[in-house]
């Protein structure tokens, strides 16, 4: 495996990411849940390019992992903005490889809305969390509950897709999108999950008996491989 470590320019700050490198034209750029890390992603990322061979970028966001920035003075949107300086970091560096953008809950969020500003080749949905637009520009320490279950349990919010905040441009993917649900999720449970998969008229694959994350679903090694090996499958059809 061979790993990179980058900083990537944010103007007022750097953001930590790691880089994997391949030998196709191909490149997955990997947006980590919220308060995760690249360490915790690395299994997926070593995953992913070893099976696919494709070149994969795991980025870091600021308040997150090894960053000196407190998590709770930061706000969604700056994390979006570093979304942006990494998607513009591959294009920059590597113009001839197609994107793949995967964004997991948090993650997902900014994988859908890095649409309304750039296109790309195709999308995968793990979980992907569902945010009041005002929320994204409140400091997380000013926030009463990053993750609202009111919000995402109210259909009336999805019931227009069109008209959400969040899905204005998913025509931005050329290639195709996959979401992916877990049965079990209470942290961004399946009707808000089922928006992102309306909306950008995707592929759904949904994990028999998981909660939001591996940890409090109790995955066993061997059912996080064959978990990975489905998103593989996907990539490769």
Known sequence: ???TELKIDCITH???ADWYEGDT???ILVLPGFTSTRERYSALASYLQAKTQHSVLVLEYSGHGESTIKLEKI???QNFSEVVRAFDWIRDNHPEKEITV????YGGLHATLLTKYRDYENIILRVPAAYDERSIYTPIGRLEDLHDPKYRLNPDNFSEIEEN???SHTNAVKGRSFVIIHENDTVCPEPSTRAFAKAFDA???VAPGLQHGFKESNLSEEDELAYYQKIVDWILE
């Not at 995967?102 to 809950?105: D, K």
């Open 25 to 27: 034209n191909q490149v």
């Open 102 to 105: 995967l964004g997991t809950s």
């Open 165 to 167: 905040w969040m899905f």
């Open 75 to 77: 706000t969604g949107s």
């Open 1 to 3: 495996m061979n790993k």
């Open 14 to 16: 750097e953001v930590a």
């Open 203 to 205: 592929d759904v694959w």
